[in-house]
């Protein structure tokens, strides 16, 4: 709870400003679409669903319904809150090792919120959480530099997809 997801998950998909904090009950989805990331060789933007998850642990029960058929997990933390760097062990357990995605599939966001004068040093993390792609927001000073790496994120979720399925089609094949 707290680290800006709803904030963040706003700016990337280009919808809405919220300007005061309400805490996220379950699950926000917002459907957007990226003209620069192309699923196919005519280069046609890709539709994306973002589901923006309430931190609260009263959702755990919702967590399944969230999980299934996603293709990729973004963990956003406050890396100024302590508690958040034991938490998202556990939303890395449930959300990316349990539903057997791969490292790859994760992105961690060290949010800092405006105002908190935090710098960007890495916080440390346990393993495995330091193998995961990590990187650093703040709307404040370079919101350009979050949207690049999501970008960059999206693009790799594509091409893990697009692998994955034509490896489908060729085991149907052979």
């Known amino acids: ?50 589901w923006d998850c309430g931190g609260d642990p009263k959702f755990e029960s919702c967590w399944p319904a969230l999980m299934k058929d996603s293709h990729g997990v973004v963990i956003v933390f406050n890396a100024d809150l302590p508690s958040h760097l034991k938490e998202i062990e556990m939303w890395y357990s449930c959300f990316v090792q349990q539903q057997l ?52 994120y999206l693009k790799s979720i594509v091409n893990s997809v697009s692998e994955s399925r034509d490896r489908e089609e060729m085991s149907i094949i052979t």
């Open 1 to 50: 709870p707290q680290s800006g997801k709803t904030v963040l998950a706003n700016f990337l998909t280009e919808s809405s400003d919220i300007t005061e904090y309400n805490p996220t009950q379950g699950v926000r989805i917002l459907e957007f679409e990226n003209p620069h990331v192309a699923s196919n060789a005519k280069g046609t933007g890709c539709e994306f669903e973002l």
């Open 101 to 152: 995605l791969q490292d790859t599939q994760c992105l961690l966001i060290a949010h800092h919120k405006p105002g908190s004068g935090s710098d960007k040093g890495s916080p440390s993390l346990s393993s495995p959480l330091n193998k995961l792609k990590l990187v650093h927001s703040n709307l404040e000073d370079d919101p350009e530099e979050i949207r690049s790496e999501f970008l960059k």
